[in-house]
């Protein structure tokens, strides 16, 4: 079945770049998504690439998706203490197959150092 | 509306009791899911829907669990006779086709006592 693959774990100082990793086994994916998870909140969409993209930029977050190895990662440029959060990668939308639930990863937890 | 509204967002009920969940998809939205993410984050897939009927329902338990998405209302989850593992967070979600960005709501944080 599909599953989605992510470190439990991330460490990154102040200002420097955050990269998660993502890992995904569908190979029909037609969205792959990012949430952000806050303590004690929902989740909010922060960004998402179409499968047919490489990369997608908006501001300090960078998506680069590498479909021949299932690869999505998530950069986060110049880190600040409001990004400390759960991460989730998604994917989702096999539009030719019923079964186009979204597959969620078990979040990465970013950790800020001052 | 823009927003997935989800309510309530706090519910607490003693084991046994029923207990009822909404959410108001995004208009223009079809297709609505509902997801449970309990202990360590975990998202477990329930039920969605395409329009008001039931699209894939594999993630629902057998027993206890409904859920209708009515035209004109907003969607419901309902748990009957809950049991002290069906403590998690609810979310919902909404989207426009079956392959588009989905955007989830706050979530209902139920708690069984």
């Known amino acids: 079945g599909e599953d989605v693959e992510q470190s439990l774990f991330l460490s990154v100082r102040e200002g420097d770049s955050s990269v998660i990793n993502c890992t995904y086994t569908?190979?029909?994916?037609?969205?792959l998504y990012w949430y952000k998870q806050e303590p004690g909140a929902g989740l909010q969409l922060l960004t998402y690439i179409f499968s047919n993209m490489d990369m997608k930029q908006d501001q300090r977050l960078t998506v680069l998706l590498n479909k021949k190895d299932k690869h999505l990662s998530l950069r986060i440029a110049d880190t600040q203490t409001g990004d400390s959060a759960i991460y989730f990668c998604a994917e989702s939308g096999a539009p030719m197959n019923r079964d186009d639930k979204i597959i969620f990863g078990k979040g990465t937890r970013l950790h800020i150092l001052p | 509306g823009e927003e997935v509204a989800q309510t309530p967002k706090h519910l607490v009920r003693g084991e046994g009791q029923k207990a009822k969940l909404y959410c108001a998809p995004i208009?223009?939205?079809?297709?609505v899911f509902w997801y449970q993410q309990v202990l360590k984050n975990e998202f477990k897939f329930l039920i969605s829907f395409q329009n008001e009927n039931v699209f894939d329902e594999t993630g629902m338990p057998k027993e206890r669990f409904s859920a209708k998405c009515l035209p004109n209302s907003p969607c419901s989850l309902e748990i009957q006779a809950t049991k002290l593992e069906d403590s998690a967070v609810y979310f919902c979600a909404s989207s426009q086709d079956r392959a588009a960005e989905a955007f989830f709501g706050q979530g209902t944080r139920l708690t069984v006592v």
């Open positions: 208009k223009g939205h079809s297709y």
């Open positions: 569908d190979s029909s994916s037609t969205y």
